[in-house]
């Protein structure tokens, strides 16, 4: 028939709050007996995840809390097997300061969760009540708190969802936590933004990031609890639970003494520390937390510190807040001395032995993990037994760090609280692991090829680099750093140098040079030189009239062919003088200037005589002049 309760009617609450108080409702599940053991005698308050009611246990005869899951969940098959695996968890938590969890079952429909009943108020209500707490109240009722989640830690729970509508304080001062473990149950159903209504003005900015929550993430949620008890207000606000949600992730926490300015340094440094953003920036766990709260707490006067008040309740609640003041009247007889005397030394006897076992529940039971992280095998064990703690070796590894048998790692880390007589899981080192550079003839093998080698020898390819090389061909190994045969730890990274083959070189353009200038020139430059030569009418005997190739570029001992000038070309001056004496030999100025002129000489007549006989020439015959010299004639 399902598992209906009656809509929401005429409730109060903050827009963070998540545990609605209910002033007139009508419920169907109220007068029933659930399970054939628990009959619904009120409505206590409803969430946003569950109702829950005040209730008879008719097998034992006493008064109960149920919390009856919403159908939203009830109805999830896969919520209900992780809510039932969740309650057992938080059932085997027993500690003063927690809410007990004694059963869970479903009824037709309705998947309920049966725990002690507190008669109190929650933190959240007293809050509403007195806006903020001193610093002594707050620290005082955070004390209970921390000392609730440090044994929760301890055993490997954490709670995921501390507020202060999940701390109760009884009528008689005790302070108890409720709702372990259902957190993670219904974090992993549902996504929602009526889901994060109420936690998240508490939540831890890995949880927003990374969806993780660890005991750091409860140390994180109880700094904001605590800075909300001394402020009357929260760190953050915002139009939506995902722009608060926000806010947690990227802005740091206020110092609540810029809001208060009476909140004693000490506290402030609490909650700084508690409130660190990373959360290895942050206490480990909330005994660590603890440790600290204890410390702010002897710091304040002896007048407001409550003395060494044992953290399983609070006295002042008690005091000033809850327990109804008595009635003043002046006609009760008056008890002897010796009556008050041995009341106060019960009472005084009461409070050291409450005193005692809120220490044992708390701390006594518990003990600092060491750092074995260094040691020898005998020296952990010897601390180890030393913090009350059996060593156990769980492996072993390679390590550069430590030699051979020391301790590597931990499981459970350093100044973490275990219950006496656990065990702590070590690994210890089997020393280095070396391994050689493999073997390298240069230009016997790619990249490719030598990073399979240093693959199979166990190490990696570091940096690669390249570098020309004439006579490796590119992309083959030319080096490496360390040296082949180096021995490395296994895992080590080895440089490689990978040829580029051979260097182009810029070829020096040498037209017009000397041959001997050019020459020098080129084979500095690299290059090896060819000479051929030629006449050349317009450049000079000895330079270099052009060059094979001109420009670009080359590779070292590259040909250059160099094309020299020997100068202009010289041929023989013919002979066209005469014999006056042999009339036979006689040339006129005319023949002789159309046989030099054959020859390619320029004809310039000097001297005309009247026979036009040629008698005289200058060059002489047979002398060797360029073509176009001039040659001048005398006639007679």
Same mark, same amino acid.
């Given at each position: 028939?399902?598992?209906? /309760?009656?809509?929401?009617?005429?409730?109060?609450?903050?827009?963070?709050?998540?545990?609605?108080?209910?002033?007139?409702? =009508?419920?169907?599940?109220?007068?029933?007996?659930?399970?054939?053991?628990?009959?619904?005698?009120?409505?206590?308050? @409803?969430?946003?995840?569950?109702?829950?009611?005040?209730?008879?246990?008719?097998?034992?005869?006493?008064?109960?809390?149920?919390?009856?899951?919403?159908?939203?969940?009830?109805?999830?098959?896969?919520?209900?097997?992780?809510?039932?695996?969740?309650?057992?968890?938080?059932?085997?938590? #027993?500690?003063?300061?927690?809410?007990?969890?004694?059963? $869970?079952?479903?009824?037709?429909?309705?998947?309920?969760?049966?725990?002690?009943?507190?008669?109190?108020?929650?933190?959240?209500?007293?809050?509403?009540?007195?806006?903020?707490?001193?610093?002594?109240?707050?620290?005082? &009722?955070?004390?209970?708190?921390?000392?609730?989640?440090?044994?929760?830690?301890?055993?490997?729970?954490?709670?995921?969802?501390?507020?202060?509508?999940?701390?109760?304080?009884?009528?008689?001062?005790?302070?108890? &936590?409720?709702?372990?473990?259902?957190?993670?149950?219904?974090?992993?159903?549902?996504?929602?933004?009526?889901?994060?209504?109420?936690?998240?003005?508490?939540? *831890?900015?890995?949880?927003?990031?990374?969806?993780?929550?660890?005991?750091?993430?409860?140390?994180?949620?109880?700094?904001?609890?605590?800075?909300?008890?001394? =402020?009357?207000?929260?760190?953050?606000?915002?139009?939506?639970?995902?722009?608060?949600?926000?806010?947690?992730?990227?802005?740091?926490?206020?110092?609540? #003494?810029?809001?208060?300015?009476?909140?004693?340094?000490?506290?402030?440094?609490?909650?700084?520390?508690?409130?660190?953003?990373?959360?290895?920036?942050?206490?480990?766990?909330?005994?660590?937390?603890? =440790?600290?709260?204890?410390?702010?707490?002897?710091?304040?006067?002896?007048?407001?510190?409550?003395?060494?008040?044992?953290? =399983?309740?609070?006295?002042?609640?008690?005091?000033?807040?809850?327990?109804?003041?008595?009635?003043?009247?002046?006609?009760?007889? @008056?008890?002897?001395?010796?009556?008050?005397?041995?009341?106060?030394?019960?009472?005084?006897?009461?409070?050291?032995?409450?005193?005692?076992?809120?220490?044992?529940?708390?701390?006594?039971?518990?003990?600092?993990?060491?750092?074995?992280?260094?040691?020898?095998?005998? $020296?952990?064990?010897?601390?180890?037994?030393?913090?009350?703690?059996?060593?156990?070796?769980?492996?072993?590894?390679?390590?550069?760090?430590?030699?051979?048998?020391?301790?590597?790692?931990? $499981?459970?880390?350093?100044?973490?609280?275990?219950? @006496?007589?656990?065990?702590?899981?070590?690994?210890?080192?089997?020393?280095?692991?070396?391994?050689?550079?493999?073997?390298?003839?240069?230009?016997?093998?790619?990249?490719?090829?030598?990073?399979?080698?240093?693959?199979?020898?166990?190490?990696?390819?570091?940096?690669?680099?390249?570098?020309?090389?004439?006579?490796?061909?590119?992309?083959?190994?030319?080096?490496?750093?360390?040296?082949?045969?180096?021995?490395?730890?296994?895992?080590?990274? &080895?440089?490689?140098?990978?040829?580029?083959?051979?260097?182009?070189?810029?070829?020096?353009?040498?037209?017009?040079?000397?041959?001997?200038?050019?020459?020098?020139?080129?084979?500095?430059?690299?290059?090896?030189?060819?000479?051929?030569?030629?006449?050349?009418? /317009?450049?000079?005997?000895?330079? &270099?009239?052009? $060059?094979?190739?001109?420009?670009? #570029?080359?590779?070292?001992?590259?040909?250059?062919?160099?094309?020299?000038?020997?100068?202009?070309?010289?041929?023989?001056?013919?002979?066209?003088?005469?014999?006056?004496?042999?009339?036979?030999?006689?040339?006129?100025?005319?023949?002789?200037?159309?046989?030099?002129?054959? *020859?390619?000489?320029?004809?310039?007549?000097?001297?005309?005589?009247?026979?036009?006989?040629?008698? @005289?020439?200058?060059?002489?015959?047979?002398?060797?002049?360029?073509?176009?010299?001039?040659?001048?004639?005398?006639?007679?």
């Amino acid at each position: 028939m399902g598992c209906r /309760t009656a809509p929401e009617r005429k409730v109060a609450a903050t827009p963070l709050d998540s545990t609605l108080v209910e002033t007139s409702v =009508t419920d169907a599940l109220l007068g029933r007996l659930l399970d054939g053991r628990y009959r619904i005698e009120e409505r206590v308050a @409803r969430g946003g995840m569950a109702t829950v009611y005040r209730a008879r246990d008719i097998r034992l005869d006493r008064v109960v809390a149920v919390k009856v899951m919403h159908d939203v969940f009830a109805e999830d098959p896969e919520f209900v097997a992780r809510f039932i695996r969740e309650a057992k968890a938080a059932a085997s938590l #027993s500690h003063p300061n927690v809410v007990a969890v004694f059963d $869970q079952g479903e009824d037709g429909g309705c998947v309920y969760l049966v725990m002690e009943y507190v008669v109190g108020e929650t933190l959240r209500e007293l809050l509403r009540r007195r806006g903020r707490l001193s610093a002594s109240e707050a620290l005082g &009722v955070i004390q209970p708190v921390l000392a609730a989640l440090s044994a929760a830690h301890a055993a490997g729970l954490v709670h995921r969802d501390v507020k202060p509508e999940n701390v109760l304080i009884s009528s008689d001062g005790r302070v108890k &936590v409720a709702d372990f473990g259902l957190a993670r149950a219904i974090s992993r159903t549902t996504t929602s933004s009526s889901t994060l209504l109420g936690t998240v003005a508490y939540l *831890a900015p890995e949880q927003v990031t990374r969806g993780v929550a660890d005991a750091r993430s409860d140390v994180y949620a109880t700094g904001i609890m605590l800075f909300e008890m001394v =402020t009357g207000r929260l760190p953050f606000d915002g139009e939506t639970p995902i722009a608060v949600a926000y806010r947690h992730a990227h802005e740091d926490v206020p110092d609540p #003494s810029t809001l208060v300015p009476d909140v004693p340094p000490p506290l402030a440094g609490v909650i700084r520390a508690a409130t660190a953003r990373d959360p290895d920036a942050r206490p480990a766990d909330a005994a660590a937390l603890l =440790t600290l709260v204890a410390r702010a707490r002897r710091t304040l006067p002896a007048s407001t510190a409550d003395g060494d008040a044992p953290t =399983t309740m609070v006295p002042w609640i008690h005091e000033t807040l809850v327990a109804p003041r008595a009635p003043k009247g002046a006609g009760k007889r @008056r008890r002897p001395r010796w009556v008050a005397l041995v009341a106060l030394l019960v009472v005084l006897l009461l409070a050291a032995g409450a005193a005692a076992a809120g220490w044992w529940y708390a701390a006594g039971r518990y003990t600092r993990v060491p750092n074995l992280v260094g040691l020898s095998q005998s $020296q952990a064990a010897s601390r180890a037994a030393a913090a009350h703690l059996t060593l156990k070796i769980a492996g072993e590894d390679w390590s550069t760090q430590y030699p051979a048998g020391a301790v590597i790692s931990q $499981q459970q880390k350093p100044a973490t609280s275990l219950l @006496r007589g656990s065990v702590i899981s070590v690994v210890l080192s089997k020393g280095r692991h070396l391994t050689k550079v493999p073997d390298l003839v240069p230009g016997q093998m790619s990249l490719d090829g030598y990073r399979q080698a240093l693959a199979e020898a166990g190490l990696t390819l570091g940096s690669v680099s390249e570098r020309y090389d004439e006579s490796v061909a590119a992309g083959d190994v030319l080096a490496v750093d360390p040296p082949a045969g180096t021995q490395l730890d296994w895992g080590s990274a &080895v440089s490689v140098v990978v040829s580029k083959g051979r260097q182009p070189i810029p070829i020096p353009h040498v037209v017009g040079q000397s041959i001997d200038d050019a020459t020098t020139i080129l084979r500095n430059a690299g290059f090896t030189v060819r000479v051929t030569q030629d006449f050349s009418d /317009t450049v000079p005997r000895g330079q &270099v009239i052009s $060059q094979s190739p001109d420009g670009g #570029s080359g590779y070292r001992g590259d040909t250059v062919t160099l094309d020299v000038s020997e100068g202009p070309q010289l041929f023989p001056v013919p002979k066209v003088t005469s014999d006056l004496a042999d009339p036979t030999s006689w040339i006129s100025v005319d023949q002789a200037r159309q046989i030099l002129e054959s *020859a390619g000489f320029t004809v310039k007549v000097g001297k005309q005589g009247r026979f036009g006989i040629v008698i @005289r020439q200058d060059p002489k015959p047979g002398s060797m002049e360029p073509k176009g010299f001039t040659v001048t004639i005398d006639a007679a």
